[in-house]
């Protein structure tokens, strides 16, 4: 039987990290052994409160609500508000989803995009908002050609602050324009903001926020995960809050999908939404990480751009990005290579501060 063969407005890019076996083996045979930075994948412990919040929901037989219980959107309605200065938001306007990746991967096909519509995703950028479109059969195109474009009307365009992988900031002016040329066209912005929480040299704004938004969230998504925050990444816990009629169409399709956030892991969401000792430790820590890391780079000759917040330094020494991935690989110390996320990104590597403390120190040790 012949498979039928898969459109190529389908056909998706080889996964990135696929790529990195070779370096990733120079790296390993380092003597002290590799300190791996290059996915940013948390490695601090899960905070005793989620913890046990997790282990007292864990006798959970029945089927969770897509919807999310009421004490999770509530929680997430009020640490929206207490954390980021998010205000006006209904409980219905909030949906946990299982990761954001996942979210954001399925967006365009949930909103039942095809091959008429069109995505606009950063120039510099987190690989699964292309895949998104892709997965759709939409269409996509990097922000900076949104001038070529004439009259057509983009069906969504994702932004991200900080940004994935440079640590840029986007200002609250920059957010309102942005706001407002999608309301002139209909169009839906959906704000990643998954590192909204991790601030060092500017503070990011949420789209959904009143001094970017002026209260009215119609045709706004903004993204959160508590991967970063809380070291859930293996809890795949995340959420989507924003416009409430987006969200009850995203709400009705994932029901129908059976896309449905495991009741323990709602559970353990709202004493993470609910508790912020924890994710200040969390930030401390990844602060001084960052202090070591950015210092030791800067000595090696880096020159660090961006990176005013989030959980990467974006590096460069003005060379093509593979000849630095393998000078870092020499040394032990994997990176992700800058052309992953965009063809501007090809003289820079992204510096992962997701490490133990006697990895980062390692690390610092190697680059002097």
Request: net charge negative; glycine share 8%.
């Amino acid at each position: 039987m012949r498979v039928r063969q898969r459109p190529v407005s389908r056909t998706l890019p080889v996964f990135p990290w696929d790529t990195l076996a070779e370096v990733t083996a120079t790296a390993r045979a380092h003597p002290g052994g590799i300190v791996d930075l290059s996915v940013g994948t948390p490695v601090d412990d899960v905070a005793e409160v989620i913890r046990a919040a997790l282990a007292a929901a864990s006798s959970a037989p029945g089927y969770p609500t897509t919807a999310g219980t009421p004490a999770l959107r509530a929680s997430a309605v009020a640490a929206l508000d207490r954390r980021y200065g998010i205000t006006g938001l209904p409980e219905r306007a909030v949906l946990p989803v299982i990761g954001t990746k996942e979210l954001i991967a399925w967006l365009p096909t949930l909103l039942g995009l095809g091959a008429d519509d069109l995505v606009v995703v950063p120039e510099l950028a987190y690989p699964t908002y292309d895949v998104a479109a892709r997965l759709a059969g939409a269409r996509v195109i990097p922000a900076d050609s949104v001038t070529q474009l004439g009259p057509e009307s983009p069906a969504v365009v994702f932004i991200n602050s900080p940004s994935n992988p440079t640590g840029k900031v986007l200002g609250r002016d920059h957010l309102r324009k942005v706001v407002e040329w999608a309301r002139e066209r209909g169009t839906l912005v959906v704000s990643d903001e998954c590192y909204l929480g991790l601030a060092w040299e500017e503070e990011p704004t949420s789209v959904l926020h009143p001094s970017v938004s002026d209260g009215d969230h119609t045709g706004l998504l903004a993204v959160h995960s508590l991967s970063k925050s809380s070291s859930l990444a293996g809890y795949r816990a995340g959420f989507v809050a924003g416009d409430p009629e987006v969200v009850a169409e995203l709400l009705e399709v994932r029901k129908h999908a059976g896309m449905m956030v495991p009741g323990p892991i709602q559970a353990a969401m709202v004493a993470a939404l609910d508790d912020d000792a924890h994710e200040l430790e969390q930030r401390q820590r990844y602060a001084r990480r960052r202090e070591v890391m950015l210092a030791a780079m800067r000595s090696a000759g880096f020159t660090v751009d961006h990176s005013e917040a989030g959980l990467y330094l974006w590096a460069t020494r003005g060379e093509p990005c593979r000849t630095t991935l393998a000078w870092l690989a020499e040394r032990g110390i994997l990176v992700a290579p800058g052309e992953f996320y965009g063809a501007r990104g090809a003289q820079h590597v992204r510096v992962a501060l997701t490490a133990t403390d006697e990895r980062i120190a390692a690390a610092a040790e190697r680059l002097a």
